[in-house]
């Protein structure tokens, strides 16, 4: 897969006036890279993230995905810097959310779902739902929601902030080891 963003901009129109997060920002990726965006509270980063994954419009410019296989699933999966977990699902459910949507079937996407919980250190909360976490926990979940999947592309917002150091390493390594044609995008 590759993206290439060319000239993005995004402004925001807010009560005070506008404030323009992104300003014509062009650079591209491909499969099998790993890209940081490094920058201070407030420099744009979850705004460019979000454009890729085609969550916002922007207000000028344009992202192009394009992809190996075009008709897998969908191009991208986004960890929240939030998380993004939905309250009213079960741990499992959550991960086990975006294989549905892929039309994987009930048995092996549950089976694959509780294999990524367990490397994560969460076995026995599969069951349980994300007010019951810990905000690490939560966080973690957030991103095996994302891995289970093997999206072409991996956008993270911020995805290791609050995990204690052990589990980062787990997680870097799992990402790592994601294979065939994925690229990364990460902010931290
Ligand atoms: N929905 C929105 N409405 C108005 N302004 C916004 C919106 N989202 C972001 N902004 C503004 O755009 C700028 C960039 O925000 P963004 O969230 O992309 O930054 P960030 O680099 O991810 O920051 P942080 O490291 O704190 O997460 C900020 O000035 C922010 O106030
Ligand atoms: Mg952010």
Same mark, same amino acid.
């Given at each position: ?32 890279? %790993? #890209?940081?965006? *490094? =920058? ?10 979000? $454009?890729?994954? !085609? ?60 294999? %990524? #919980?367990?490397? *994560? =250190? ?10 019951? $976490?810990?905000? !690490? ?52």
């Amino acid at each position: 897969m590759r993206f290439e963003c060319t000239a993005l901009s995004k402004s925001y129109e807010t009560r005070g006036g506008r404030v323009t997060a992104l300003d014509k920002v062009s650079f591209g990726a491909q499969g099998h890279e %790993f #890209i940081g965006v *490094v =920058g201070p509270s407030g420099c744009g980063k979850t705004t460019l993230l979000k $454009l890729i994954a !085609g969550l916002i419009e922007p207000t000028s410019g344009t992202v192009r995905v394009t992809r190996d296989e075009p008709n897998g699933g969908p191009s991208s999966a986004f960890v929240f810097q939030d998380h993004g977990l939905f309250p009213w699902m079960t741990v499992l459910d959550n991960v086990a959310f975006g294989l549905e949507m892929q039309g994987v079937g009930r048995r092996e996407r549950r089976d694959r779902s509780r294999t %990524f #919980i367990e490397r *994560v =250190g969460l076995r026995t909360f599969v069951d349980s739902y994300p007010h019951q $976490l810990s905000v !690490g926990m939560r966080q973690r979940v957030g991103i095996v929601r994302a891995f289970v999947t093997d999206p072409p592309l991996l956008l993270m917002d911020e995805p290791f902030g609050a995990l204690d150091s052990q589990t980062r390493r787990v997680l870097q390594a799992e990402l790592r080891s994601c294979g065939g044609s994925n690229a990364a995008l990460s902010s931290s």
